[in-house]
């Protein structure tokens, strides 16, 4: 038993291959090779097999030498190491069945906002609400990601000497490299007022999974 790969991100796939092997004299009839996904990978394909957590691959009658393969496929949704077993047993009776089992694990990274910075730490207001592209006013927020998530934006103004919340939104965000115009506007009839922030940047992919939160900080000026 392999697996393609033995570090993957959140939402990406990995092809399990079972196989085994008869090394007795004898046929194994009625043979099947199955496989246990952990709780942190689900099923995508796996092709004349039945079952989504335990599933069972018949792979019929097995002759002396011969060496049947199944192919798994299935996708990270939670993030830690993940162990997969895999067993082929069949009606015939196997003098020596201890060697028909194996497990393999592999990790699941974290879901991570990365790379998170400002193209400017200081720039005025603006007209504009915020959009997934270069900003050429105001300021662009860039932060990549593993996968595509949402990612909640929220702000929080400084007053004295503590930061009260300012408001928040939230984008779709894609994997890799994001770039978020941003002029200080958090709707269409919203704005910030002028002052030093900090943001906090956050998500959360569709299987639920939740960052880090990283923080930036900047000044906004008013409108000229």
Do not use: W
């Amino acid at each position: 038993m392999s697996a393609g790969i033995a570090r993957l991100n959140l939402g990406q796939a990995v092809t399990f291959t079972f196989s085994g092997s008869n090394g007795g004299s004898r046929s194994g009839h009625g043979s099947a090779i199955s496989a246990q996904l952990p709780a942190g990978l689900a099923l995508v394909s796996a092709a004349n097999c039945v079952g989504t957590t335990t599933i069972t691959c018949p792979i019929g009658e097995v002759a002396p030498g011969t060496l049947p393969e199944v192919h798994i496929v299935a996708r990270a949704i939670k993030p830690g190491v993940q162990t997969t077993s895999g067993a082929i047993g069949s009606s015939t009776v196997d003098p020596v069945p201890a060697n028909n089992s194996v497990g393999v694990s592999l990790t699941v990274n974290k879901l991570r906002v990365a790379k998170v910075g400002l193209s400017r730490r200081t720039f005025r207001l603006g007209s504009l609400r915020p959009k997934l592209s270069k900003a050429r006013t105001g300021t662009t927020i860039r932060f990549t990601l593993p996968e595509a998530a949402r990612v909640k934006l929220s702000f929080t103004r400084k007053r004295g000497r503590r930061f009260r919340g300012a408001g928040s939104f939230t984008v779709r965000g894609h994997a890799g490299l994001n770039k978020l115009r941003f002029q200080g506007r958090l709707t269409r009839r919203k704005a910030l007022k002028p002052g030093r922030y900090r943001l906090t940047l956050r998500a959360v992919d569709r299987f639920g999974n939740r960052s880090q939160a990283p923080k930036l900080s900047f000044k906004l000026l008013p409108r000229r």
